[in-house]
């Protein structure tokens, strides 16, 4: 069978990657023990960061096989500190980033999950998975209101989210998490200091509410402190932190409400991360606006932008991840990487610390 990538994940400084036979990739802050990798590439080079006490940065720019022995993914979700994988007979796994050749990635079940979820999402500190019969469980820590319902301990076990309908598809930011339901309305919970619950305040909410929107959504998405959302008309809504222009031309540092934002193209995919916002067009073009300090927007020129920016080296992409400060996209032609590089989440050597442009990654 041609290897085909199904899915694309970009963390906060890593990337990974999974193909149609359940076989996952991972790059950027990966680290690697014992690999047997061509000259030159360092099997685990780690990076200390003198302002990070403690903290290790790995910069893996080879991908590597997250599940070399033969147990396939059906689902991966990068985060702040693991992955989340699911495996292709339901079982839901926290994977550590350091890889073996020999057993791939360091996992663990997720203990007290039911079935195979369709999809899961973590903001920094909790995780989400969504079910076929539309139900959504948390696990994780309890702060900020993230987990959506009440947990009597700090580090909450898996459970499910009685107060909402049944959910279509999830985004989760930073702190904050959106729930489309199967009727095109959005609910918010969780930190909100930006307004990114677009409840009309700045107040965190531990429990879903339903958001004020004139029209019906199709997608949704979240950055770190922003959210996003495309309606029945192919139209973009933004609300939240926008000081770097990250929700579009809107006349506001904090949107605490849905506001609509002119693209001047019909939008198809969205996603938000630190400060910045990526879409693709119904055509599969790939735009980009917001902050542009490590070359998130896919341009030369660092200053931002509060329009959308087209990125013309790039056509016909069907999938779009973006990270903390660099992006993913997938399209024929396979992964292809921009942004932040200094942990080599876009596949290159650390010491390229900004890819501005976007590059194919090679998948062994």
């Known amino acids: 069978m041609t290897q085909k990538i199904v899915q694309i994940s970009a963390g906060r400084d890593r990337s990974i990657a999974l193909d149609n036979e359940g076989r996952a990739w991972g790059w950027g802050s990966v680290k690697v023990l014992g690999a047997a990798l061509p000259p030159g590439y360092p099997a685990d080079l780690c990076l200390s960061n003198p302002t990070e006490i403690g903290h290790n940065r790995y910069a893996q720019p080879v991908p590597q096989r997250l599940n070399p022995e033969g147990l396939p993914f059906a689902l991966v979700a990068d985060g702040h500190a693991d992955t989340v994988a699911v495996r292709r007979e339901g079982t839901v796994l926290a994977c550590r980033p350091v890889v073996s050749p020999e057993h791939g990635v360091q996992r663990a079940p997720v203990a007290g999950l039911p079935g195979s979820p369709t999809q899961v999402v973590q903001t920094e500190s ?40 049944p959910v279509a598809s999830l985004a989760a930011g930073h702190g904050h998490v959106l729930a489309l339901d199967r009727k095109g309305r959005v609910w918010t919970w969780g930190a909100n200091a930006a307004g990114q619950l677009g409840q009309g305040d700045l107040i965190q909410k531990g429990v879903p509410r339903k958001l004020d929107l004139p029209v019906r959504i199709r997608r949704i998405a979240a950055g770190d402190t922003h959210s996003l959302a495309v309606d029945d008309a192919a139209r973009l809504w933004a609300w939240g932190s926008n000081h770097h222009g990250q929700a579009g031309e809107l006349n506001a540092r904090h949107i605490s409400r849905p506001t609509r934002v002119g693209t001047q193209f019909p939008v198809a995919q969205i996603d938000g991360g630190m400060f910045y916002s990526v879409a693709t067009s119904v055509h599969g073009d790939v735009f980009a606006w917001g902050w542009n300090g490590l070359g998130q927007l896919g341009t030369q020129a660092p200053s931002a932008s509060t329009r959308p920016v087209r990125l013309k080296a790039l056509s016909r992409v069907t999938q779009l991840s973006a990270g903390t400060s660099h992006v993913l996209a997938l399209s024929e032609q396979g992964v292809h990487a921009w942004g932040n590089n200094r942990c080599s989440a876009c596949g290159d050597f650390p010491s390229v610390e900004v890819r501005p442009r976007p590059s194919l990654v090679a998948l062994a």
């Open 126 to 165: 909790a995780a989400f998975a969504l079910y076929a019969d539309g139900t959504v469980w948390s696990w994780g820590m309890r702060v900020q209101g993230q987990l959506g319902r009440d947990s009597d301990s700090l580090m909450a076990a898996p459970k499910s989210i009685d107060a909402l309908p």
